[in-house]
């Protein structure tokens, strides 16, 4: 079986259009969530990471003109997926190279007649062959919507499929927006903060959504030295609520211990682990106690929702990539929004940016459906 | 490894089928009637039924076929037992229901009961719960089935020893439009088993009922 290695990533968020303009955010520990100002009053106690349309614009008419006009989510990917490539000189009009797309709600809000745009690409699919088309790849582009660890599920399945030597390069792009739909949705669960969300804290309220596009190009061989391998992973289903997470972390836990497994490593190798971390009561303290249960309570551990909010779909990418940046960089990240323990059981969570060398990351996600996932990364 | 399908299902626009044998008849009904008469038909007794959304019925449905007759003890083991379905409509079928809870201003009522089932995969975490599944789990998206893929796709899933046998299939829903085909798959050499391969899949997807 070949190895696979991230040999170029992208994160296009409200921090930044690029990876490095984020890490020099996150390197001043600047986050990207503010008050959003919703024509629904109901909801304009909010916070969100938002990115900017003007910003957006300008950066979109750089890139050579789609046949027809894109909805803000598919200039986002595309912005993203070009820039990433620019590092590489991958052929994307190769059979050779797959696109594979991780999104929850892709372009929901055009189901809003009041913003409808482009043709009303509602489905899912349609707006994966859009993008991918304007790359003009000729492959039937994978999407994968498996709620919120579709980011890392999509890493892994790629990465896969690179191992396999069905595809030499996989360009795996997750994303999503902040809309009403999911705005208004989380606000009825009372799963939004009234302010910037506080992973692990124990003053703790809810999630903040974000908007982003995050773009990694797999490859079977590396492009630098410094490249990083991705190992292997796994997901699985608590099997016990449909919007709750299990209250033992049992699911978490046997997703790890298949991730750590299929890599061939053990828990005592893994020096970082980039959590899930929403910020929610449940979520949190759910992580916390798979955390403990393998003996992790002690490794350096970080959330990165309170710099970019949930992203959904696009959190498993951009996090993944952060997670390479840290390796690649001996840096972690504070965790933001973290002050004093609020999960039953205490973890090392990152409390100013520290310098350290890290051989092998864990990167997790849970969702709704009951579905958890977990990525071993190797420098 | 080679892998089998060992039992298969339809819920398509005129009968429940299984194994290419139909179960019932569903000339001229809507969907709203099927899910009714499926959930009869199957002796369900499973009140969360009741409050689930459409896609989630009839994959509920369709798992409950398979997997009724599942000997648990000598068969397979819960805890490597994977669900992997696709479908073309994502969750749009409740996306539109919903959309209409929050379209205007003064008539703003989102509920998180509709919300949660906006997600494709929540058919997933319903078959999960009921059966208490909890391998590997993995919801994409294609333009219809797409059976090349869908090979591809278990193939992975299998080449992890985390998963013994899985739920493979279609399940999709859209206003009046409903179609469910779903796989029993594993490595284990049944007596009617048929081999897992493309070809095979779209032969009994594309089987006509009459």
């Known amino acids: 079986m070949r190895k696979v290695y ?16 984020n890490w020099a955010a996150l390197e001043q520990n600047i986050s990207g969530v503010a008050p959003y100002h919703s024509t629904q009053e109901e909801l304009n106690y909010c916070y969100a990471a938002v990115i900017n349309n003007e910003k957006l614009e300008n950066k979109f008419s750089l890139l050579p003109p789609s046949i027809t006009p894109a909805t803000k989510l598919e200039k986002m990917f595309i912005a993203s997926i070009a820039d990433a490539l620019q590092h590489t000189s991958v052929n994307v009009s190769s059979n050779r190279t797959l696109f594979v797309y991780a999104t929850t709600k892709g372009n929901i809000d055009v189901l809003d007649s009041r913003n409808f745009i482009g043709s009303g690409r509602v489905k899912l699919f349609d707006m994966a062959q859009y993008v991918t088309k304007y790359f003009g790849n000729p492959n039937q582009p994978l999407v994968i919507s498996n709620a919120c660890i579709s980011g890392v599920l999509a890493i892994e399945v790629a990465s896969s499929l690179v191992k396999r030597g069905l595809y030499d390069h996989v360009i795996v792009t997750g994303g999503d927006l902040v809309s009403m739909f999911t705005l208004s949705g989380f606000h009825s669960f009372q799963a939004l903060s009234h302010g910037v969300c506080k992973p692990f804290d124990k003053d703790r309220t809810g999630i903040n959504l974000g908007e982003a596009a995050a773009t990694m190009i797999l490859s079977a061989e590396p492009q630098l030295s410094s490249d990083i391998e991705i190992l292997a992973g796994a997901t699985s289903n ?10 033992t972390g049992d699911g978490l836990a046997k997703a790890m211990d298949s991730a750590i497994a299929n890599a061939s490593i053990d828990y005592s190798d893994i020096e970082y682990l980039l959590a899930h971390g929403t910020a929610t009561i449940y979520n949190d303290e759910m992580e916390a106690k798979a955390i403990e249960s393998r003996n992790l309570s002690h490794i350096p551990t970080n959330s990165m929702k309170a710099y970019y909010g949930h992203t959904l779909g696009a959190a498993g990418v951009v996090e993944t990539i952060i997670a390479m940046q840290s390796m690649k960089k001996d840096t972690i990240f504070k965790s933001l929004g973290y002050v004093q323990s609020g999960v039953s059981t205490e973890l090392n969570v990152v409390t100013k940016n520290t310098t350290t060398t890290i051989a092998y990351a864990m990167k997790t996600a849970s969702g709704f459906g009951g579905c958890n996932a977990a990525l071993i990364l190797k420098k | 490894m080679d892998l089998f399908i060992n039992s298969y299902c339809h819920i398509g626009q005129s009968t429940i089928s ?10 001229g009904i809507g969907i709203e009637e099927m899910l009714k008469n499926g959930y009869q038909l199957l002796d369900l007794n499973y009140p969360k039924y009741y409050k689930m959304d459409s896609l989630s019925k009839l994959g509920i449905l369709a798992a409950e076929i398979l997997l009724a007759e599942v000997n648990w003890e000598k068969q397979f083991t819960k805890d490597a037992f994977a669900i992997m379905l696709s479908n073309s409509d994502s969750s749009l079928d409740t996306d539109i229901k919903y959309q209409k809870t929050i379209a205007q201003k003064n008539a703003f009522f989102p509920s998180p009961a509709m919300f949660v089932y906006t997600l494709p995969n929540i058919v997933a975490g319903e078959i999960a719960i009921k059966h208490q599944l909890k391998g590997e789990n993995l919801f994409y998206i294609s333009q219809s089935f797409d059976t090349h893929q869908t090979q591809i796709l278990v193939e992975n899933i299998f080449s992890k020893p985390q998963t013994s046998a899985s739920l493979v299939g279609w399940v999709n829903v859209l206003n009046e439009n409903y179609d469910a085909f779903l796989m029993l798959v594993s490595p284990l050499l049944t007596e009617q088993a048929i081999k897992f391969e493309a070809q095979n899949i779209d032969t009994l997807y594309t089987h006509n009922y009459g």
């Open chain 1, 238 to 247: 608590d099997a016990n609520h449909i919007s709750g997470p299990s209250r």
């Open chain 2, 18 to 27: 299984k194994d290419g044998l139909v179960l019932h008849n569903l000339d």
């Open chain 1, 6 to 21: 991230s040999i170029a990533d992208t994160i296009f968020a409200p921090l930044g259009f690029s990876t490095q303009e």
